[in-house]
RNA sequence: GCCCGGGUGGUGGAAUGGUAGACACGAGGGACUUAAAAUCCCUUGGCCCGCAAGGGCCGUGCGGGUUCAAGUCCCGCCCCGGGCACCA
């Protein structure tokens, strides 16, 4: 009759697998609500305990809603493509689908322990053909769309083909593109475009649609043959080998996302999302109102963005990305070499680095001059790699007055810096103020920054020299990968020519290929494979991102099976939006940006009826890990030389590996001293001898030990450490510790990121196998706010053990009234409960009541740990109350069963019932079991508490301070004087002002 | 540098502007037990006065402010974590 936790959670996930009781129905007359967590990518490493952390929160709202009538979709499922794997594949040469699928196998065992409430009928894993033939789909559908600024979404692109056929492609369209491919693509007429050829129309339509080829900047690593990302570089050469980077332009898929800028930051507003992560997607999406300003150089012109055209007679030089295409052309003979010089350095440092450089400043003037649009003036044109040739133009105008980067790099090459506001003082810095007076000559003097820019650009436009103009920082998304596991780009090439493969022919399968690195000449894998063509003509060879599937895969769940479409219209209309996404803020600008793009895309081609993934989010916090540190002595240095007494270069053999305990080491260097020297005289004889002449100087670093090998109060377990060490070493090697004054050698905490290198990694199966799934579950919860990031500490878990025991306690103390035991038709178990039928006290209600109202409150806002430490007190308080009724016991039941659902099954089970307790209607609290007929007020004098005086809640307030002025106590303290101020606030505080 | 979080006992944390430290871990003491485990009870922010009952002072990163009353609101800092754009 002991709490079997083994027992019961095996038999429940059984019967929830047998009998499909959390399968979601497609056809209900109940209303819908879609709980789902980020995807997770199945690596090898399997769940640690910091992984369910939001699922085990989503869980507890899907089964919530559940009892409150709601047909719930909680699915869960593998994003499955991705580097890991395919790393691993070129390392063993096992194919990534193996290992991806035993590794989707092990996750779905942890999960399973768990006990979640998914629909597991739904899954979904993108590297499967029947899956990212969807995703090649949608990829045709972005190909063949374009977006028309005029209908404000995107259209399909043989709608422009009649428009160019009809009416050429006039000034408008070009100017409203944003994104990479802002070029000036060229106005043509209807008779010019029926003109063009083929090839031409196609690059041409490539500058439209949605999803194109365009040539783009690439950490290119030529030794590994394939592209970096900017965190893979570092120095200039690759993370991994350290090979050497260039930054080179190459063909690249992209996705016209800039297109959506305006209403991806629109969107955000109504979304109940952390204000923090969608404050994140606006400064990622980075929108700037400014204008474009031309400046004549020779036959050219360079064009600049800035979102302060006030301070255009404040312009004492120009600036372009050492990127820019006009760098060439400005750069006069003399100065060639020196331009090619930086400009060839400068762009092959990355971004990052570029950015992150922030004092040095470097430049280099191309010998060349522009002519200022007003008044002008020669203004030198230079080159600067703080100037990034992805945004804007690619060019600044540089302002030293009024930019402070400008005024530093006109510091640095002793460049003119002119006042633009008044009472600036540039002499020491930019004045960037926006609420300041522009004092420069001409029609801008006196007028304040905001007038001033608005007649700046109506200036500038009367005179043709540049436009209003709103810019993003957000860039087109690159969507090719030189990389083997993701799925194929369904495009084909005619003479060059990008052309979509026919619906027809999809899913285009991932071929299979001899070795997944890129060919020989710098291909990518797919390369490699054989015939890889369609009709003759060669297939595309690079592959789409990690992030292709996870964009759209929340509609599939709703129809995983659907062979016809992506889902059925009927189960998106049902099933709609998600209402409530869980997952990692490391999210908010990748994933969660794509996501509600194609979300947006799809709606524009009306696939879809809303146009927002997601209407609430919830990021989960971190759960970090604690690591044990375990100093040795790393180095003893002596007068002649250094005796390295650690790794593989130990000497002299004589001497062991000393390990401190970490509470000797926070003592005193002088106590770790002189036990090494006693350990030195003790292995080392020829020490002893040297001795009075060697003065050591020890150095310790600190290891991490396994967190397994140490107790609650920091002990190592010095055996089983030895044995771990002794079977690292390929010679046999002695090992001592340095203990502390009882003999212990104790560690150093130090709360990390849970990680397999740091050995802090803690596994909720060996979690589950002490204390069961509904004990991990309530501690997970109970740890502290879901958004927080905090420390796994598995000491800790006594307390919700011992709270599941309680509660399983109070079902079967045998020191309950001798009442007749229930009988128990549970068809699995019968161990007799004690329950009694008899009427519950008002105790008793108003704890159930409680307990009721809080937990129901603390859902609706995600704040589980607060209901998890409710329920603590309501078992506690029952207890004290001996109460064993069924009348308190079966609604409390119904109440925790979203967080600990095994227990509460069994004891559901127990009392009667032969359906799942994830059908009973949520128990709702009644306040008039809650209401008191006094309270103690706390007294304050001075707002300092000093006395608790209980009074009736009948009383009014005038009653009240006559009340408590006249407790003999309170004329004690008031010591005869009257007070200055009575605050009395009801059912709060009394607060007497002397 | 900028943006976003966060700083409360030995630890995780709780607290609509109204009794700071709920709940839990750990620690200390006790009961039960031959013993252990399990369970139960008491104490547990710091300092001070008192034999005791009890009482006083301090206390939510630091410094100011608003208020009858501030962990909570405002201003200025410091530190830690996460993110990022020298973004024109």
């Not at 079997?4 to 929830?16: F, S, T, Y």
């Not at 589950?768 to 509904?774: P, Q, S, T, V």
């Amino acid at each position: 009759m002991a709490y079997d936790h083994k027992r019961i959670e095996e038999e429940w996930q059984r019967r929830w697998r047998e009998q499909g009781t959390f399968r979601a129905d497609n056809n209900s007359a109940k209303p819908k609500y879609y709980v789902l967590d980020m995807f997770p990518y199945p690596s090898g490493a399997g769940l640690h305990v910091g992984h369910p952390l939001g699922y085990i929160a989503s869980d507890i709202v899907a089964r919530y809603k559940r009892h409150c009538g709601f047909n719930v979709l909680h699915p869960m499922g593998y994003d499955s493509f991705g580097l890991p794997a395919e790393q691993y594949a070129i390392q063993t040469g096992q194919h990534p689908a193996k290992t991806t699928e035993e590794n989707a196998a092990r996750y779905r065992e942890q999960l399973d322990h768990i006990g979640f409430s998914f629909d597991w009928g739904r899954e979904v894993r993108t590297s499967n053909p029947d899956f990212y033939k969807w995703t090649q789909w949608i990829f045709l559908q972005l190909f063949n769309s374009w977006y028309d600024p005029r209908a404000n979404q995107a259209r399909p692109v043989s709608e422009l083909i009649a428009r160019f056929e009809g009416q050429g492609c006039q000034g408008q369209d070009a100017s409203v593109l944003t994104g990479d491919s802002e070029e000036f693509i060229g106005a043509f007429t209807a008779q010019e475009w029926n003109g063009f050829d083929e090839r031409t129309r196609q690059m041409v339509l490539q500058r439209f649609r949605l999803a194109y080829l365009s040539d783009a900047w690439v950490n290119w690593c030529p030794a590994l043959g394939t592209v970096l990302a900017n965190d893979e570089v570092k120095d200039g050469v690759s993370e991994r080998g350290g090979h050497p980077v260039e930054r080179k332009r190459m063909p690249q898929w992209s996705l016209r996302i800039t297109a959506y800028a305006q209403r991806l930051l629109d969107g955000l507003a109504p979304l109940e999302w952390p204000e923090s992560l969608k404050e994140t997607q606006r400064n990622w999406i980075g929108r700037s109102e400014g204008a474009t300003v031309r400046f004549p150089v020779g036959d050219d012109f360079i064009e600049v963005f800035t979102t302060r055209p006030d301070t255009l007679f404040g312009v004492s030089f120009l600036t372009l990305a050492p990127e820019h295409p006009l760098v060439a052309r400005s750069t006069t003979p003399d100065r060639r070499a020196e331009v090619e010089a930086y400009v060839h350095t400068a762009k092959n440092r990355s971004e990052r680095e570029r950015q992150a450089e922030v004092d040095k400043v470097s430049g280099v003037f191309t010998g060349s001059y522009a002519k200022h649009p007003f008044t002008g003036a020669d203004i030198p044109v230079w080159v600067g790699d703080y100037v990034l040739g992805g945004y804007g133009t690619g060019a600044v105008m540089a302002v030293p007055g009024g930019d402070q980067r400008d005024w530093r790099f006109a510091k640095h090459f002793n460049l003119p810096i002119i006042a633009v506001t008044e009472g600036a003082n540039i002499g020491k810095e930019a004045d960037e103020r926006k609420d300041a007076t522009i004092c420069s000559e001409g029609f801008l003097k006196g007028l304040k920054v905001p007038d001033a820019i608005r007649r700046a650009v109506k200036e500038l436009e009367k005179i043709g020299a540049g436009q209003g103009k709103v810019n993003f920082r957000l860039r087109d998304a690159a969507f090719g990968r030189q990389r083997y596991w993701g799925e194929p780009i369904p495009i084909y090439y005619k003479d060059d020519i990008p052309y979509p493969l026919p619906e027809s022919e999809l899913p285009l399968v991932l071929p299979e290929v001899d070795k997944f690195l890129p060919t020989e000449s710098g291909e990518p894998p797919l390369a490699r494979a054989k015939n890889w063509t369609y009709e003759g003509h060669p297939l595309e060879t690079t592959t789409m991102p990690g992030w292709a599937g996870s964009s759209w895969y929340f509609l599939r769940y709703m129809d995983p099976h659907n062979a016809e479409r992506f889902a059925s219209a009927a189960s998106i209309n049902y099933w709609g939006q998600v209402d409530l996404y869980i997952g990692g803020s490391e999210h908010s600008t990748g994933h969660l940006l794509y996501f509600r793009f194609w979300t947006k895309f799809l709606f524009d081609l009306d696939l879809i009826p809303f146009d927002e993934p997601a209407k609430k989010l919830v990021n989960q916090g971190m759960i970090q890990g604690v690591s044990a540190l375990l100093p040795f002595v790393a180095k003893i240095s002596v007068p002649r030389g250094v005796e390295y007494l650690s790794g593989n270069s130990f000497t002299p053999e004589t001497t062991p590996l000393l390990y401190v305990s970490g509470s000797l080491a926070a003592q005193s260097e002088d106590k770790v001293t002189q036990q090494i020297l006693e350990r030195l005289r003790k292995y080392w004889p020829e020490f002893r001898e040297k001795e009075a002449q060697i003065r050591i100087e020890p150095k310790l670093s600190r290891v991490n030990v396994d967190i397994n090998l140490v107790d609650s109060h920091n002990v190592l377990n010095t055996e089983g450490f030895v044995d771990v060490k002794k079977s690292q070493f390929t010679e046999p090697r002695e090992i001592d510790f340095l203990t502390d004054q009882d003999g212990r050698v104790t560690t150093i905490r130090e709360v990390e990121k849970m990680s397999k290198s740091k050995f802090n990694v803690v596994n909720p199966d060996d979690i589950i196998e002490k204390y069961g799934a509904d004990t991990l579950r309530l501690y997970e919860m109970f740890l502290g706010p879901l958004e927080q990031s905090k420390p796994w500490d598995t000491n800790g878990i006594e307390g919700t053990f011992r709270f599941l025991k309680k509660f399983w306690n109070l079902f079967h103390s045998e020191a309950a009234p001798a009442t007749a035991p229930a009988t128990v038709p549970s068809t699995h178990r019968v161990d007799p409960i004690h329950i009694t039928e008899e009427a519950p006290t008002k105790a008793e209600l108003k704890t159930l009541h409680a307990t009721l109202k809080k937990v129901t409150e603390d859902i609706g806002h995600m704040s589980f740990n607060t209901s998890v430490a409710q329920f603590m007190i309501a078992v506690n308080e029952l207890g004290a109350l001996k109460c064993r009724k069924r009348a308190i016991l079966e609604p409390l039941t119904i109440a925790l069963a979203p967080f600990a659902p095994h227990i509460a099954e069994e004891l559901w089970a127990k009392l009667g019932h032969t359906e799942s307790i994830s059908t009973a209607p949520w128990p709702q609290w009644d306040a008039q079991y809650l209401e008191e007929d006094s309270f103690s007020y706390p007294i304050s004098f001075n707002g300092k508490t000093r006395l608790q005086l209980e009074f009736p809640l009948t009383l009014g307030k005038e009653e009240l301070e006559a009340a408590v002025l006249a407790n003999p106590e309170v004329q004690a303290k008031l010591e005869g004087k009257a007070p200055k101020k009575v605050i009395v606030v009801p059912k709060r505080i009394v607060n007497i002002v002397v």
